[in-house]
């Protein structure tokens, strides 16, 4: 399985943006990670594999979405209203068996390469 991501830029606060995460090998549970400089790698957003639930980390709640097009193999993370605590480098991540979704690094087998938001203040 292989996870490429797009879409992220430089955005003012307040903007917005979608990232794309397109996975190879079929239709899997999915999330997004972030990174900001100097920190952990932490939980964003996570959708089941039908797309019928997710779940997102609590300064998220609001503001961001998770969706899938599974016709496309594709997650969708729109970010509305972006802070510049947003700024990090995001990663999608999938899971190779399971239905549901998944918050910790640990359930996740597989890893996109990342892309970088930066929010200017």
């Known amino acids: 399985v292989q996870l490429q991501a797009f879409g992220g830029g430089l955005v003012r606060a307040g903007g917005s943006l979608r990232l794309s995460c397109t996975a190879s090998?079929?239709?899997?549970?999915m999330g997004w990670f972030r990174q900001a400089p100097g920190k952990e790698r932490e939980f964003v957003a996570a959708i089941t594999r039908s797309g019928g639930m997710a779940s997102y980390t609590d300064s998220v709640q609001g503001r961001f979405t998770i969706s899938r097009d599974n016709a496309k193999n594709t997650v969708y993370l729109q970010i509305d209203n972006l802070k510049p605590e947003d700024t990090a480098v995001y990663y999608c991540?999938?899971?190779?068996?399971?239905?549901?979704?998944?918050?910790?690094?640990?359930?996740?087998?597989?890893w996109g390469q990342g892309t970088l938001v930066t929010v200017s203040s």
């Open positions: 991540a999938a899971r190779g068996f399971g239905s549901y979704y998944y918050t910790r690094q640990s359930d996740y087998d597989y």
């Open positions: 090998g079929g239709t899997l549970s």
